[in-house]
């Protein structure tokens, strides 16, 4: 098992920037490739990001691709999403997952999942 704990959403004008963090404890962190998934109300989940485990290798969907940055720190069982150059469209509670399926942008394939947090944007 692996126990995942988001922070950092808050509520931040267009054009800003956030940095989340994502902290495990349980299972070797390490071992696990992690995600950054976020839901807008209305929508379905979406895969923003995806880190490996040793951090080197990840990737963006489209739309956050150059704005933002997903990176780790093993040594402190933590993930983070620098989000910089936010948009009213990023509006949605965020979420950090682990997965054993490096760069995977499935749902199904993270079976490990944080409470979520959230993240506004105003125009």
């Known amino acids: 098992q692996v126990q995942l704990v988001e922070s950092g959403g808050g509520l931040v004008q267009a054009g800003g920037s956030l940095r989340l963090s994502c902290a495990a404890s349980?299972?070797?962190?390490?071992?696990?490739?992690m995600g950054w998934f976020r839901q807008a109300p209305g929508k379905e989940r979406e895969f923003v990001a995806a880190?490996?485990?040793?951090?080197?290798?990840?990737s963006y969907a489209d739309s956050v691709k150059g704005r933002f940055t997903i990176s780790r720190d093993n040594a402190k069982n933590t993930v983070y999403l620098q989000m910089n150059s936010l948009k009213p469209e990023d509006t949605a509670v965020y979420y950090c997952a682990a997965t054993l399926l490096t760069g995977s942008r499935i749902n199904e394939h993270y079976p490990y999942w944080g409470q979520g947090t959230q993240v506004t944007v105003s125009s």
């Open positions: 349980g299972r070797t962190f390490s071992s696990f490739a």
């Open positions: 880190i490996s485990w040793t951090g080197g290798s990840s």
